[in-house]
């Protein structure tokens, strides 16, 4: 990322669904305190090491330490808090195969509104994400 200001990986996991599935390539540019706010998808290393995109929801303090909260649009649940030295990169476009979304295009603010100002929409992904999951492995999940 130091090298070519940007780094670009392949999407993992269902997370970010339906904005971000599995394969799509993601490009991040470095991350700097006053380049991020609410609403974007940032790249950090979570405390177990593992590489993870999720949504900015808030910004806490604790104590004299800003603390960054995110989470996957279709999970339930917040992540661990993260310090700005975890993050890695913002998220500026997506690669669907022939297709390359820009986070500041319409249809990605337009989400990215909804899905900050409705959190009811993460239970509704979820049930999705569980029951297409259950329905490929020959089993329905209710």
């Known amino acids: 990322m130091q ?15 339906p904005l971000i599935r599995e394969g799509n390539l993601c490009r991040f540019r470095p991350v700097q305190a006053d380049n991020i706010g609410k609403g974007d998808i940032i790249l950090f290393c979570s405390d177990s090491g593992q590489l ?18 995110c989470k996957g649009d279709s999970n339930l649940g917040c ?29 990605v603010s337009l989400w990215t509104r909804a899905v900050m100002a409705l959190p009811i929409l993460s239970h509704g992904l979820n049930r999705y994400i569980s029951y297409q999951k259950a329905r490929s492995a020959g089993g329905v999940s209710l």
């Open 3 to 17: 090298r070519d200001g940007w780094l670009a990986l392949p999407a993992q996991g269902s997370s970010m669904f």
């Open 52 to 69: 993870i995109a999720h949504r900015l929801l808030s910004v806490i303090r604790r104590e004299d330490l800003l603390l960054y909260i």
């Open 79 to 107: 992540d661990e808090p993260i310090r700005l030295e975890q993050m890695l990169g913002v998220l500026y476009s997506i690669r669907k195969s022939r297709k390359e979304l820009h986070m500041s295009g319409r249809f």
